[in-house]
């Protein structure tokens, strides 16, 4: 047990207390009177370290209660710290000399000749450059990689059980040392291409912040809450929330106790809303329903050095800085973190019958090159009405010139109740076949057709691509959380064909 060294204001004095040093000498006592002092410390240490950690929930409760947000999707933000009222410039973006002495950094998402609809950049007002670091560092990556040849393709259906936690206490993982690549294709040098993470912790990130030089990172947080700092202030969250934090922009992630997600990582495009077309104006996610940070900074200087973490064409690197990057105490612009309520989504079905195709539950796209082609979409499969007459109301039997990779956040996935657990995951490849499993099919091919409720209390999402994914070594042996019966499911689907009976 490590010692825990907690100092106590009394009336008559201050007492320092080594709560390891007193429980372990309470085992070897040498008389009464050292057992009753013993213990009187033990207990004392006890209440000050609850005290402690009770504290410690409260201030953390405050932060995450006192969060704010401006909302839309876009939008050209203004922001700046109250602590420092006028700290924006007035009628330019970079004076001669900012106000409080700050400086002026620009944060570019787009080229600067991009379209004004698609142009992104932001100005940010800080007390020091990001420039202000040593050099930069080869890190370990861990089970970081885009290296998609490590073994040989599969092209089966997989399934994934729950990935899991580290528990011991000697084993701490942040959210860097956490990421493991599950798959992907692309490149990053080359700026097209994604990749999927799974990110496991168990500890926050101290003194360390990230960013990514390749690409943007949309964070599904599975078990536990989130809150992520960013250079544009602070946001929480939740399972059931996503948060995009885009290309360049530096972050540190605190975590309250075990704590799993997914991550769709993109390579040379930034997550669009999805065109409405024949929907109209209203649907889907709705742009204000998005939420971005306020400014928020700390002017904290760090003598054992900061870590700055860039992922760069794939791999890590760290470089020492001594005060903390989240300095910036105004900002604004249209390139910003961002945070979405899954429940906020306006659902779209079919009211007639058959299918609608599973395009309609899009979130998010990334674009590729090719008109109507995403490079990523972000779908999820909300609770809902289905009220489709004469119709096999699950997901349809598929083959797919898409890979699709589907997550479960919570509850039970409809076309595959048992096996597909939260935590989970499955990757169906361009053409393999997939669909409902053989105990769905037999339900609902007997089910009474009424109005009813799907998904009730559940969240299942899929990070769909029109890149043929490979799968990395971690995720096909290393993990151990392949279900090598996945196929198992599909076995008992029979024939029911009868040429008499149409």
Known sequence: ??????????????????????????????????????????????????VCVCSKRRRTRRRMTGLQYMSGFGNEHVSEDPRCPGALPEGQNNPQVCPYGLYAEQLSGSAFTCPRPTNKRSWLYRILPSVCHKPFKPLKEGHLTHNWDEVEPDPNQLRWKPFEIPKDSW??????????????????????????HIFVCNASMLNRCLYNSDGDFLIVPQQGKL????????????????????????????????????????????????????????????????????????????????TVISKYQGKLFAAQQDFSPFNVVAWHGNYTPYKYHLEKFMVINSVAFDHADPSIFTVLTAKSTRPGVALA?????????????????????????MSEFMGLIKGHYEAKEEGFQPGGASLHSMMTPHGPDADCFEKASKAKLEPERVAEGTMAFMFESSLSLAVTKWGLQT???????????WEPLKSHFNPNCK
């Open 1 to 50: 047990m490590s010692s825990l060294h907690i100092s106590i204001m009394i009336p008559v004095r201050i007492v320092h207390i080594s709560y390891a040093a007193a429980l372990s000498a309470c085992h070897q006592p040498s008389s009464v009177d050292q057992l009753a002092g013993f213990a009187w410390h033990a207990a004392s240490a006890r209440y000050l370290l609850g």
């Open 171 to 196: 084993n701490k993982l942040d959210f860097v040392s956490g990421l493991h690549t599950l798959c992907g294709a692309g490149e990053p040098r080359g700026r097209n291409g994604i990749a999927i």
């Open 227 to 306: 809150l992520i700092t960013t250079e544009f202030g602070k946001m929480l969250v939740e399972p059931n929330e996503i948060c995009v934090i885009q290309q360049g922009m530096r972050f540190s992630v605190e975590v309250f106790g075990e704590t799993r997600g997914y991550i769709l990582e993109v390579y040379g495009a930034h997550f669009e809303l999805p065109d409405l077309g024949p929907i109209g104006a209203n649907g889907l996610a709705n742009p204000r329903d998005f939420l971005v940070p306020v400014a928020w900074y700390e002017d904290r200087q760090v003598p054992g050095g900061y």
């Open 377 to 401: 979409d972000f779908v999820i499969f909300p609770p809902r009405w289905g009220v489709a007459d004469n119709t096999f109301r699950p997901p349809y039997y598929h083959r797919n010139c």
């Open 479 to 489: 993990s151990n959380r392949l279900d090598k019966n996945y196929y198992k499911c």
